[in-house]
């Protein structure tokens, strides 16, 4: 259990390690790989290739959808007739026909012909039936009438409409010469006649369904042993769509049951290189975020989002590919940590989605140029316009090497699909949701961003306004604290914001008993009278402690917390241990010792520089060019002998190049000029 919990952290991460590269496998397309590489346009770079085995030549979309266009256009609807209806209709006829024809004001004779006559125009009416509303999306002129259980092929015109009746009968009564009889057959008509042929959505469709499904997506075979291209022959055309087919039966003959765990082992194996490489480099060139595992777990998570997003977005519709918006990982990862860093992760990513994208060598050369845009534009992502500008570049890069890989494979600037530029500037806007994703991740992974750096360096906000009322001489010290170490940040190339942050909150701490600082005392009295050495010393190192405290009840992020804590390192309060000195022979150094830790990082190491020199610089009087040459030097030298930057990564040139800053800021403050003769 000792040896578990001393190496819990490196447990956490072979666990983080392995899960991640399931997760990706197991996201991955279930299909082989085609062990040849060819892109349409191009030159066969292999040797000649031979069929290994049978197989079909796939059409392509184009002529699928043609084929299906064709079946659609002379594919006929199906209306049923009703039998029942006819029958009803000629029984309502005999009843109705004396109620209109009067048999006392005609003869007998008579009234049987007009009753035959009305029969025989039933008859006519009812052969192809009465129809009662054709498929109005259908546009043929032509219909499949079920009828006896036999689909009879018509025109539209040999079936009436009910508008149709009234013509039809007045045509037969004028040949049999009886169109003063008209009225009363329409009046018998009107109230007896109703459509029989109806419109069978159920069989139209299952119908056109069937002839659909006869849609062959091959068309001819290639033997095992024929010729498909030779060494040198440009990719094109007919051979292009060959060698497609190939690909495509390759790939699903290779996923079979026998090879699944063979093929699945080398997938896992190329995906836990690429996911070693970045834990190796990240030991060996980022050992800070190394042991981390916040920062390694939010590094392992955005690769395997975009992994996801993208196999998501290929299984649906591999012509949206460009849509995922992969330059948000070196964006994310260049806001957090640095650029080279973004830049890795972003190359390790691409190596992965190179198993499942098509093209992948365009697809790869794209996203890097992209993610090499992407690293060298953003900058001080806080700033609105640079964003949209960044965006901006990225989706003309996107373009431009859209045009150039068109041109290889096509030999023109015909056949430009307008949907794909639709897909790089939906890329660009997606990506402008970054901001509100940094803000996300800052709050699920406690990360901090140049934007919540930029809120807090804000005078205004509720902390540092509190510490301006309470404690107005520590709040300025920390003012002037902070512009020394941003101008030393900027000298070295350290974060200056963060820098400038740290040193805004670092004497918070103060507020609790400003008092007893001497920024604060405006009157002679002076608290620490009535303390002890120790206990003034505790007062004052407790300062620290208290500035945790404050930190973390305000929910000031941990690396603006890391300041606070170590910008004193393990420094002794002097000047009451000499006092304690005085009093006593055998005192303990470390009950005036600062609980540390000692710097760690540039930044904390440039504070620690500049609030010592800083607070110190008010004992000077009448300070000149030399003396605040030799006091800086003092200063930052006695912090060196006491070990205070051994864990930081610091250099001893950084370290003169910010004495340097240190004492031109200084000379400034004290507005140090040539003394003019009166």
Request: aromatic content about 14%.
């Amino acid at each position: 259990m000792e040896k578990i919990y001393k190496n819990q952290s490196l447990i956490y991460k072979c666990f983080l390690y392995a899960f991640t590269v399931f997760l990706i496998v197991f996201f991955f397309p279930k299909g082989g790989k085609f062990k040849y590489e060819f892109q349409k346009g191009k030159p066969w770079q292999y040797d000649n290739l031979y069929a290994p085995f049978d197989f079909s030549i796939k059409k392509d979309a184009t002529e699928i959808e043609k084929e299906k266009i064709a079946i659609q256009n002379n594919q006929l609807d199906y209306y049923t007739y009703d039998e029942n209806i006819v029958a009803s209709v000629k029984k309502k006829y005999n009843t109705n026909f004396s109620k209109v024809f009067n048999q006392s004001e005609i003869s007998r004779n008579q009234f049987n012909y007009l009753k035959s006559v009305g029969k025989e125009i039933l008859n006519k009416l009812y052969k192809n039936g009465i129809l009662k509303k054709a498929n109005t999306a259908s546009k043929k002129n032509k219909l499949l009438l079920l009828k006896n259980n036999e689909a009879i092929q018509m025109n539209f015109n040999e079936v009436y409409g009910l508008q149709d009746v009234d013509e039809k009968v007045y045509q037969i009564l004028e040949q049999k010469g009886l169109k003063n009889y008209n009225s009363l057959y329409k009046q018998l008509f009107f109230n007896i006649i109703k459509p029989n042929v109806f419109y069978n959505n159920n069989i139209s469709k299952k119908a056109h369904a069937d002839e659909l499904s006869k849609v062959s997506v091959t068309r001819g075979t290639i033997d095992e042993g024929k010729l498909i291209i030779v060494k040198g022959e440009v990719v094109e055309a007919e051979n292009y769509k060959i060698l497609n087919s190939l690909k495509d039966e390759y790939e699903s003959e290779l996923w079979a049951d026998s090879n699944y765990y063979i093929i699945i082992a080398g997938y896992t194996i190329l995906v836990a290189l690429v996911l070693l490489m970045l834990l190796l480099f990240l030991k060996k060139y980022r050992a800070s975020v190394y042991k981390n595992n916040t920062k390694v777990t939010f590094i392992f998570f955005n690769i395997l989002f975009m992994v996801f997003i993208t196999t998501m977005v290929i299984k649906y519709n591999e012509a949206y590919v460009f849509v995922v918006p992969l330059c948000i990982l070196p964006l994310i990862l260049k806001t957090f940590f640095d650029a080279r860093l973004g830049l890795f992760v972003h190359v390790l990513t691409l190596l992965i989605l190179g198993f499942v994208v098509p093209n992948s060598f365009e697809y790869i050369f794209l996203q890097i140029m992209a993610g090499i845009v992407t690293i060298l534009t953003v900058s001080e992502l806080y700033k609105r316009a640079n964003l949209f500008i960044s965006v901006g570049q990225i989706t003309l890069i996107y373009i431009v090497g859209y045009f150039a890989f068109h041109i290889i494979h096509e030999g023109s600037l015909n056949n430009i699909r307008g949907i794909t530029f639709g897909v790089f500037l939906l890329n660009g806007m997606i990506t402008l949701f970054v901001q509100p994703l940094i803000y996300i991740y800052e709050k699920v992974f406690g990360l901090v961003s140049d934007v919540s750096l930029l809120e807090l360096s804000d005078t205004n906000s509720k902390l540092l306004k509190e510490l301006s009322n309470k404690a107005p001489g520590t709040f300025h010290h920390s003012l002037q604290v902070a512009n020394l170490a941003e101008a030393a940040a900027q000298e070295i190339g350290a974060n200056a914001m963060l820098v400038r942050v740290g040193a805004l909150y670092h004497d918070i701490g103060k507020m609790n008993n400003t008092t007893y600082f001497t920024e604060n005392q405006i009157t002679n009295v002076n608290p620490h009278n009535e303390h002890t050495p120790l206990e003034s010393a505790r007062i004052i190192i407790n300062h620290v402690i208290d500035g945790i405290e404050i930190a973390r009840k305000n929910n000031l992020p941990d690396r603006v917390i890391d300041f606070i804590r170590v910008h004193h390192g393990t420094s002794k309060v002097y000047y009451f241990y000499k006092k304690q000195t005085e009093i006593e022979d055998n005192v303990n150094e470390d009950d005036f010792k600062y609980p540390g830790p000692i710097p760690f990082s540039k930044e904390t190491a440039i504070l620690m520089m500049a609030d010592a020199v800083e607070a110190a610089s008010k004992s000077l009087k009448n300070p000149t060019f030399l003396m605040i040459d030799a006091f800086v030097d003092k200063i930052i030298d006695g912090q060196m002998r006491a070990n205070q930057f051994s864990n930081a990564n610091i250099t001893f040139k950084e370290i003169v190049e910010i004495k340097k800053v240190l004492k031109l800021k200084l000379t400034n403050i004290y507005h140090l000029r040539v003394e003019y003769p009166e």
